[in-house]
């Protein structure tokens, strides 16, 4: 049990050094001083099971994360962009309901996260196992299959990354 607010205290540390890329004796004070802080307050959030950490193929599934939604928000901004500057495209905004396959509260926060970053998009509500998504434009053909193959493409990476 304490092994995750130690490892929580060392990676904080050193994420602390990366952001102030300094290694003075103040820097390691103050960064010494916020990670005991996140440590206390945050540690019994952090993984139950170290060993989560040192699996190789969670880090490497952070890379085709990160691009992918790098290219959903370019793709959603030159979607609105196109929308504003041809206003006659038209909008069908609705609120959809999707079940979610991520399990861990860190998954589903950074999924929600994604989504509302994306333009476009917003997370109304996380209940259960089932997220309401805002969409400004959804097909009438098939709103349900649409928004579910978009979310379970994130969903698929962070399953690998957080469950």
């Given amino acids: 049990m304490r092994r995750r607010y130690i490892v929580l205290f060392f990676l904080a540390l050193l994420f602390w050094m990366l952001l102030t890329w300094s290694v003075s004796i103040d820097s390691l004070i103050a960064g010494t001083v916020v990670a005991v802080l996140t440590s206390v307050f ?15 193929r969670r880090f490497v599934m952070v890379i085709p994360f990160l691009a992918y939604f790098i290219w959903q928000c370019i793709m959603a901004n030159i979607d609105i962009a196109w929308r504003i500057i041809r206003p006659k495209i038209s909008i069908r905004p609705a609120i959809i309901k999707v079940p979610l ?5 860190l998954g589903r926060a950074i999924l929600s996260c994604a989504l509302s ?14 997220m309401y998504v805002h969409w400004i434009y959804v097909d009438d053909k098939d709103p349900d299959s649409y928004t579910t193959k978009r979310i379970r493409q994130f969903e698929k990476y962070l399953i690998t990354i957080f469950d």
Wanted: hydrophobic letters at 40%; zero cysteines.
């Fill in 42 to 56: 945050f540690g019994k959030y952090f993984y139950t099971s170290i060993y989560k950490l040192i699996q190789f």
């Fill in 117 to 130: 970053m994306t333009p476009g998009t917003i997370v109304i509500d996380i209940k259960d196992d089932i």
């Fill in 101 to 105: 396959l991520v399990q861990t509260d």
